[in-house]
C-alpha cells in the first residue's frame, strides 16, 4: 500500500518562496508518476503539475509554469514542490497525488489513485 505524506505548507508572504515535501512509503518514487493538485474552499481541486514515472517529464498548469519546479529525491523517497514569486491566488491546500501507471501530460484526478491529505499554504499580500 502506497502511502503519501505532505509537509512544508506555511503562511508566506506575496513574493516568497516555499517548498513542499510528500514523503512516500510503500513503494520507491521512482516507480510512480506523481503530482500535485490545490484546492480552496468552495473550488474544485485544480492540478498543479505531475512528474512521470521513469523519464521524469515534468508538466505544468499554466498558472504556475515559470514559478513552480517539481522534482524527486530517490534515495529520500520524496517528492518536492519548489514554489517561488508566490501569489495570493496560490492559497490553497496543496495534495500530492501517485499512480502506478506512466503517462504524460494528464491533469485529471482519476488518474491517480493514492492521495495525502493535503498541507496548507497561505500567501498573504
Known amino acids: 500500500q502506497v502511502q503519501l505524506v505532505e509537509s512544508g505548507g506555511g503562511l508566506v508572504q506575496a513574493g516568497d518562496s516555499l517548498r513542499l515535501s510528500c514523503t512516500f512509503s510503500?513503494?520507491?518514487?521512482?516507480?510512480?508518476?506523481v503530482g500535485w493538485f490545490r484546492q480552496t474552499p468552495g473550488k474544485q481541486r485544480e492540478f498543479v503539475t505531475a512528474?512521470?514515472?521513469?523519464?521524469?517529464?515534468?508538466y505544468y498548469a499554466d498558472s504556475v509554469k515559470g514559478r513552480f519546479a517539481i522534482s524527486r529525491d530517490i534515495v529520500k523517497n520524496i517528492v518536492y514542490l519548489q514554489m517561488n514569486g508566490l501569489e495570493p491566488e496560490d492559497t490553497a491546500v496543496y495534495y500530492c497525488?501517485?499512480?502506478?501507471?506512466?503517462?504524460?501530460?494528464?491533469?485529471?484526478?482519476?488518474?491517480?489513485?493514492?492521495w495525502g491529505r493535503g498541507t496548507q499554504v497561505t500567501v498573504s499580500s
Open positions: 497525488a501517485a499512480s502506478h501507471r506512466y503517462f504524460r501530460d494528464s491533469n485529471r484526478e482519476i488518474d491517480f489513485n493514492y
Open positions: 512528474i512521470a514515472r521513469g523519464d521524469d517529464y515534468t
Open positions: 510503500g513503494r520507491t518514487v521512482g516507480t510512480l508518476t
